[in-house]
């Protein structure tokens, strides 16, 4: 079965081809991120009219790169939500029209569950049943993966999600958006011990987080910085993000060993734009070792927004006998 996937639910166009045979056979990628740090964040309107831009021209790349033609798809998925709904409309509904008009079946995907099955995509994927810990820009959760559908809630943040605290504690240190690959580069040259940051919601049982009051944390730190001028110097900039990731790392690392355990499952997936984080990954890393378990990830560009996830995820749904109507799907909240 061969699914064109369609992903519009934020700042990124991505569009690619699956091929439950041969795999990923085309896969282009679009970011608004230029757009949007003029103004320190997503502006939704001028998302939605990008994604208008944009969409079409990478679906004729994408047919291109993989050396098709419109007729030789066999179902179209497209991003229904979470997201932003005119962003979500976009893809929804260029999606459900080329399906409608081509004569196949669509699917309308959760953009989580796409984020979710990301690492399959890679050479050597976990099988089922695994945890799945989903550190995005608007989620952070941990779940118990049985099967394509089958996710069991085992935690999830109160608050702010991973990336979002890791985007707004980057603004509070005067950095664009999005800041979470910005203060991983400038945590490199810091000290990781100068500055120490709590480490939320892990001295009580459960697998939930709660990421907001690091924000504040980050906040007083950098005041209690600033010379007369008002100025941070640079070193304690770069020791500031390294104590925050440090700080942030840990939680997740911390929950995840213990999500480990209840479950006793030994195979750990990290997903999402945050799981593209190196700290994270290194210290996940030491965690699956002590656990004798396994850490698994997809390549940097699949971690982030991205069509080839969607297209996975829809064609797995697919092949599973699932379609959706003809309503043009867009949820802009839907849980999992
Ligand atoms: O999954 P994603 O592309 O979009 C959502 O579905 O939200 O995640 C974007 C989030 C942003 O908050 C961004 O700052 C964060 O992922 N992010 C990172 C890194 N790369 C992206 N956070 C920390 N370290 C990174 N290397
Ligand atoms: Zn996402």
């Known amino acids: 079965m061969r699914v064109l996937g369609i992903e519009t639910s934020c700042d990124e166009t991505g569009v690619a081809v699956y091929d439950s045979e041969l795999g990923l056979l085309g896969d282009a990628l679009y970011s608004q991120v230029e757009m949007h740090t003029e103004y320190g964040g997503v502006v939704p309107e001028l998302a939605s009219r990008d994604h208008i831009r ?10 291109t790169e993989s050396g098709l033609v419109l007729a030789d798809l066999d179902a179209v998925a497209y991003t229904a939500g979470p997201g932003l709904i005119g962003a979500l409309m976009v893809g929804a509904s260029t999606g459900r029209a080329l399906a409608l008009g081509l004569g196949i079946p669509a699917i309308g995907v959760h953009h ?10 890679e050479e050597s994927p976990p099988s089922f049943p695994f945890v799945a810990l989903l550190v995005s820009g608007g989620h952070t959760q941990l779940v118990r993966v049985d099967g394509i559908g089958e996710y069991k809630l085992l935690g999830e943040s109160l608050d702010d999600a991973a990336g979002e605290a890791f985007d707004k504690a980057a603004k509070m240190l005067g950095l664009e958006y999005p800041g979470g690959p910005l203060i991983a580069k400038l945590a490199e040259q810091g000290d990781r011990t100068r500055f120490r940051f709590p480490r939320p919601m892990t001295d009580r049982p459960g697998l939930d987080f ?8 980050t906040l007083n730190t950098a005041q209690s910085c600033r010379d007369a001028e008002g100025v941070i ?3 304690t900039m770069a020791d500031i993000a390294a104590a ?10 911390i929950k995840c060993r ?10 750990l997936i990290i997903a999402g734009g945050v799981s593209a984080n190196r700290r994270l990954r290194e210290k996940l890393a030491e965690t699956v070792s002590v656990e004798k378990a396994s850490l698994y990830y997809a390549r940097p560009r699949f971690c982030t927004d991205n069509g080839a996830m ?4 829809g064609c797995q749904r697919l092949m599973a006998g699932q379609q959706s109507d003809l309503t043009i799907l867009a949820r802009p909240r839907w849980p999992m």
């Open 54 to 63: 944009k969409l079409l021209p990478l679906i004729r790349e994408v047919m």
């Open 112 to 121: 989580m569950e796409g984020h979710l099955l990301a690492p399959m995509l």
């Open 210 to 217: 709660s990421f907001s009051g690091l924000k504040t944390f």
């Open 233 to 235: 110097d640079p070193q």
């Open 244 to 253: 925050f990731e440090e700080a942030v790392v840990d939680t997740l690392a």
């Open 258 to 267: 213990r999500a480990l355990r209840e479950t006793g499952l030994k195979q």
């Open 310 to 313: 969607i297209a996975y995820a």
